[in-house]
């Protein structure tokens, strides 16, 4: 069983930048790819980001403004968001899984999950 942990969420202006952390839980034999979600009010979760052996995705929402790393222990995965807009307002969940690969609907196949941590931009 995977523990994930949120902090860094907050209000801030259009423009601004906030930096979101995950601190996982140190079975790294259940988890090989952290990934951030989002899902506002009235809306399905979208995936944002994700990190698998230093390869990353991003929705095409958010590239060029938002940057996923992850510390070199892999259990720490930060989500830098600059150039923040009203849209990207939601909870941001961190979550985490086993993945082979990035493959088509990778998105979907996550089983572990934060509680989430708010972000309003305004």
């Known amino acids: 069983h995977v523990q994930l942990v949120e902090s860094g969420g907050g209000s801030v202006q259009a423009g601004g930048s906030l930096r979101l952390s995950c601190a996982a839980s140190?079975?790294?034999?259940?988890?090989?790819?952290m990934a951030w979600f989002r899902q506002a009010p009235g809306k399905e979760r979208e995936g944002v980001a994700a990190?698998?052996?230093?390869?990353?995705r991003y929705a095409d929402s958010v590239k060029g403004r938002f940057t996923i790393s992850q510390d070199n222990a892999g259990n720490t995965v930060y989500l830098q968001m600059n150039s923040l807009k009203p849209e990207d307002s939601a909870m941001y969940y961190c979550?985490?899984?086993?993945?082979?690969?990035?493959?088509?609907?990778?998105?979907?196949?996550?089983?572990?999950w934060g509680r989430g941590t708010q972000v309003t931009v305004s």
């Open positions: 990190i698998l052996s230093g390869r990353t």
């Open positions: 979550a985490a899984d086993y993945l082979p690969r990035f493959y088509s609907d990778f998105w979907a196949d996550f089983d572990y």
């Open positions: 140190k079975d790294t034999d259940t988890y090989n790819c």
